[in-house]
């Protein structure tokens, strides 16, 4: 296939180019950018004509898309997805959550391995592999349990899982509480050169609470959760990391003290890198109307304090990469009161329109600097530049390109979701930035129709 873009944006955080230009793919990879592109000679193919005869015809395998006002960026790249496969897939699979992330400018996502049965093998490894290839038309990778069965108490086979395809490990929906199993994981990580992505929650200071402590957590007649519960391993496996050296990856980071932390260990050589969710610079536990499950998520939505610590973060590069923790459910799950329902909401499609909206509009990034956070960084972070080629665009380089419009209004329609899940917070909610076109080593993978 050969595709044309024409005259958009071409935002390339790792080169530095912001600029009016053309890109060319071919053969599944960007060939050329410049200006005033064509297509080279139309491409022939040899097809029967009739018994015993045949021809050269020449190929429709040529899209021209016309990108004027609109970004060009490297495909997005999300480190925190939930996939619920196996074991969930009433609640989404990795044929959906793929879909998802297509429409939502994704041509990579990392799957967290919070599974029935829980990621923790090779050969659970690989089912995910193989499953993606079969049903994603975007990269699934899958990240590897920490524990045995995520309960804890003994080591996964982490060297097995990165042999499989694993780039990185996690206990993602619990910490691990026991510092020595910890510090034993860290210790492997650095051997195999892999991040430890660190889900930072003291189980003993949860408590049952459902909402942020705050002010809101009366108003609203629930159960706080500290911001102590967050700090407190955030400190333990920066600790860790420095100690053995390991890199650490703090998931869904949600308070002032967290930032303070991650920039002070950056200072003194720490090897970490961190990530902040859309919905956690969005909103704050002000924002909370009523007892509604749709805004229940973990961490919690925080105060004013600590989502301007994590904006300023996320500007100074405290923060490195912005991650969904696309985090589906039934809707049965999702009902009631915040005290009984699931935490979580989804994000992939959403996670555009609210860095645009929330961060671009406002000054706050620059486009160049929001297609850093969404793609470039969180490649680096995970090694998928070397590897893979994710998150550039290039000449030579796989043509992973999402195409935005960063002006277009829309209204957010859960009933719109290509995601099983549509659990969200933001139903309804008018925001600006639109992906047009998600292209995955140079197949279009999602075209918003009538583009």
């Known amino acids: 296939m050969q595709i044309l873009i024409k005259h958009g944006r071409v935002l390339d955080p790792e080169s530095g180019t912001d600029r009016v230009a053309d890109v060319l793919i071919e053969g599944g990879k960007v060939v050329k950018i410049g200006e005033d592109l064509t297509f080279p000679a139309p491409i022939r193919r040899q097809v029967s004509m009739a018994v015993g005869d045949t021809g050269d015809v020449v190929s429709d395998a040529s899209i021209e898309i016309d990108a004027g006002g609109m970004w060009v960026m490297p495909g997005l790249v999300d480190l925190h997805t939930h996939l619920r496969d196996p074991g969930f897939t009433y609640k989404e699979d990795i044929g959906t959550g793929s879909e998802a992330g297509a429409r939502g400018g994704y041509t990579t996502i990392c799957a967290m391995p919070n599974t029935r049965p829980v990621i923790d093998t090779p050969d659970k490894v690989n089912y995910v592999r193989f499953k993606a290839a079969a049903l994603s038309s975007i990269h699934v990778m899958q990240i590897g349990a920490i524990t045995k069965g995520q309960k804890g108490e003994e080591l996964a086979d982490i060297s097995g899982m990165v042999d499989a395809g694993s780039p990185a490990i996690s206990e993602d929906g619990k910490s691990v509480m026991n510092a020595r199993i910890a510090l034993e994981a860290f210790r492997t990580a650095a051997a195999l050169k892999i991040p430890v992505c660190a889900h930072c ?24 959760i500290t911001n102590s519960t967050e700090d407190v391993i955030t400190a333990r496996d920066l600790v860790l990391a420095a100690e053995t050296g390991a890199h650490l990856h703090l998931c869904h980071v949600s308070t002032k003290g967290a930032v303070e932390m991650i920039r002070f ?27 509604n499950p749709q805004y229940k ?16 973060g996320l500007k100074d590069g405290t923060i490195d990469c912005i991650a969904t923790d696309h ?125």
């Not at 929650?201 to 159960?223: K, Q, W």
């Not at 970490?272 to 909370?288: G, K, L, N, R, Y």
């Not at 009933?415 to 600006?432: L, Y």
């Open 201 to 224: 929650e003291d189980r003993n200071l949860v408590n049952g609470g459902v909402v942020n402590d705050d002010e809101n957590a009366a108003r609203l007649n629930l159960p706080g």
């Open 265 to 291: 260990a950056k200072s003194k050589g720490v090897h970490v890198t961190a990530e902040v969710c859309p919905h956690h610079f969005s909103m704050t536990s002000d924002d909370i109307p009523r007892d």
């Open 327 to 451: 985090a589906p459910h039934a809707a049965n799950e999702k009902f009631g009161s915040m005290k009984t329902c699931a935490f979580g909401i989804v994000g992939l499609e959403t996670a555009v329109a609210l860095a645009v909206t929330k961060l671009v509009e406002p000054g706050i990034l620059s486009p160049l600097e929001m297609a850093r956070a969404m793609s470039t960084a969180p490649a680096k972070a995970f090694d998928l530049m070397n590897q893979y080629g994710d998150g550039k665009i290039a000449e030579g380089n796989p043509a992973d390109i999402v195409i935005i419009d960063p002006a277009q209004e829309w209204i957010i329609d859960k009933r719109k979701f290509a995601s099983k899940g549509t659990n969200t917070p933001f139903d309804g909610w008018k925001v600006r930035g639109r992906v047009k076109c998600t292209i995955c080593e140079g197949e279009v993978v999602y075209r918003e129709e009538g583009f």
């Open 297 to 312: 998520m973990n961490p919690p939505l925080r105060t004013v304090a600590d989502r301007d610590a994590l904006i300023e």
